[in-house]
């Protein structure tokens, strides 16, 4: 029998703050944020208003300088780096931008590698049936008829009950999430509570 969580996502009050020799920089500021699991979010806004770093935290690859992140009904801020490690190769899959593919594989040992140690981009990505999906501007490299076929793929995932979390600039794109999102300066300026049904 599977557990569910509810949310499967929270965040509450999530502020990240990058320091420099001379800048302070508030790359996210007080986010308070639920991802349920079977949601399809998309992630809008400018560039350098903080969805990647959203994205990072959401993925275990940068902690919050404030705030508390749960994961799966567990507190995971306070995990050290082979704990968060362990954490990502079971329950969170990525599809970046750039692929991130090793260049000496193969594709068909691009997606075995992770599953060897458990834990093609999508492929790659949903091979272990993570809790969620992120996925940072995922057709940001593709041709149109390309991203249109991720896109159609990420919605036939979560129609079979993948939790997805999209970061785009396309608005094309976060119409077919089921929430929408949008960041400015850090901060989450716009919501969509409603879950509609994706087609």
């Known amino acids: 029998m599977s557990v569910t969580y509810d949310p499967l996502i929270r965040m509450s009050g ?15 500021s007080g986010i308070d944020l639920e991802i349920r699991a079977g ?36 507190p995971v801020m306070s995990l050290n ?7 990502r190769s ?17 594709v068909y040992k691009n997606v075995e590698l992770p599953l060897i140690y458990r834990g093609v981009a999508v492929a790659r990505a949903v091979a272990g049936r993570p809790l969620v999906l992120l ?11 390309n991203g249109a076929e991720v896109m159609a793929l990420l919605g036939e995932l979560n129609r079979e009950g993948a939790t997805i ?22 901060r989450l300026v716009e919501s969509d509570p409603l879950h509609r049904e994706v087609a």
């Open 14 to 28: 999530v502020s990240r703050i990058f320091h420099t020799a001379d800048v302070e920089t508030h790359a996210l």
């Open 135 to 145: 996925a940072d501007e995922p057709t940001g490299n593709l041709d149109s008829r």
């Open 39 to 74: 949601d399809y979010l998309a992630v809008g806004g400018p560039s350098g208003c903080g969805k990647t770093t959203l994205l990072s935290i959401l993925g275990l690859l940068d902690s919050p300088s404030e705030g508390s992140y749960v994961l799966a009904g567990e």
């Open 165 to 186: 979390c999209i970061v785009t600039h396309d608005e094309r794109y976060a119409g077919e999430a089921r929430r929408n999102v949008r960041l400015f300066d850090g």
């Open 81 to 87: 780096q082979a704990q968060r490690a362990r954490v």
């Open 90 to 106: 079971r329950a969170i899959g990525f599809i970046f931008q750039a692929f991130n593919l090793i260049g000496d594989l193969t």
